[in-house]
């Protein structure tokens, strides 16, 4: 058992990253270790921007969004003399173990501590979830909830007035959020990078909704998609789509980014729960001084995976809900 283990959160912040260090830092001491925290992600570990923390630490912490650790990204975390660096300063505090919450990237850093004799286990928390051997990654359940608010409220709009909403929601390289998002909204069209898709498949489908009496439409759509027939150089896909739309379909159509609302707030009771319970193993896996691991859920139980296994695995969309939102939204 190591006598210290230490945590950081890393990569982009995710609602239920506090609830997660909550039960690392609480679950520690129960296995009597004893934990430190590490602000700032890999870059603040270089820089020593560590302490220990106590059970009082954490309180109050469970139900805030974002990370009290903070998180950032470090460039020099990527040469080997960053990685040396980080190292000497674990061995300089005593730190046999750490754990990353994080993203993929995240986890990339964390396997490549471990080659060189530090303890880590992974745990994932990105609102992407584009983590394979998990289903949900800790701030996916906030991140989707946040967007149903936000798609509820366009809705009014777009019935009051006859519209046509396209809604660009995060997901630069995976559709997980537009497409859980779009069937729990009832959108009329979802785009995601996984699934081809042309722009005037779009505008056929929205003509048709019509033709069966709707009177407005929502769209959404995932940043990193690329629908056929939209050129361009673009930052994310909606400006085109929905300028698409206008053109072609006649309909009034606005556009809606819904950007980086979607990151922060209040963790869901999904987010809490699958953040206290995936941190607990986690500490149990250091407790049990294994290494090289990643926490994931699958259905709902929890497990461990091999992180390089994981690294490697591709995360699938699930494509029955696609399916569903389609047969939903034609009728
Ligand atoms: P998100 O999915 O929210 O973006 P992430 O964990 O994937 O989260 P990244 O920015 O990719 O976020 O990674 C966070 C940090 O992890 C990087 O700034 C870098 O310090 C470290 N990292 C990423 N990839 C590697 C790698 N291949 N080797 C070593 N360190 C890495």
């Avoid at 139980?301 to 490697?312: P, T």
Wanted: charged residues 20%; proline residues 3%; contains cysteine.
């Amino acid at each position: 058992m190591p006598r210290r283990v230490a945590v950081l959160t890393s990569g982009g912040d995710a609602p239920g990253m506090n609830a997660a260090i909550r039960t690392v830092v609480r679950a520690a001491i129960h296995y009597n270790m004893e934990p430190w925290a590490i602000y700032r992600g890999y870059h603040g570990l270089i820089r020593g921007e560590m302490e220990p923390f106590t059970s009082r630490s954490v309180s109050g912490i469970i139900q805030r969004g974002g990370t009290i650790l903070k998180s950032a990204r470090s460039d020099k975390f990527m040469t080997p003399e960053g990685r040396d660096e980080a190292v000497a300063m674990l061995k300089k505090h005593d730190i046999e173990a750490l754990i990353v919450i994080g993203g993929d990237g995240s986890f990339k850093g964390a396997l490549e501590l471990d080659k060189l004799g530090i303890n880590v286990v992974g745990i994932p928390a990105t609102i992407d979830n584009d983590i394979a051997c998990t289903d949900y990654s800790i701030g996916f359940d906030t991140a989707v909830n946040t967007v149903l608010d936000a798609v509820n409220k366009i809705r009014d709009t777009a019935s009051s007035h006859d519209r046509v909403y396209v809604v660009e929601v995060m997901g630069r390289h995976s559709g997980h959020i537009a497409l859980y998002s779009g069937l729990a909204s009832g959108a009329d069209v979802i785009i995601i990078p996984e699934v081809p898709c042309s722009v005037k498949h779009v505008c056929d489908r929205i003509k048709h909704a019509n033709q069966q009496g709707k009177t407005y439409n929502i769209v959404i759509v995932a940043e990193g998609a690329k629908p056929e027939g939209v050129e361009g150089n673009f930052e994310g896909p909606a400006m085109a789509v929905g300028k698409y739309i206008k053109e072609h379909t006649g309909f009034e159509t606005r556009v809606t980014i819904l950007g980086h609302i979607q990151r922060g707030g209040t963790p869901t009771m999904r987010d809490r729960l699958l953040a206290s319970r995936l941190a607990y193993h986690a500490v149990e896996l250091v407790y049990q001084g294994k290494s090289g691991r990643m926490v994931g859920e699958v259905d709902h139980v929890v497990q461990s995976w091999d992180l390089h296994y994981a690294l490697a695995q591709e995360k699938d969309i699930n494509l029955e809900y696609y399916h569903l939102s389609n047969i939903l939204s034609s009728l």
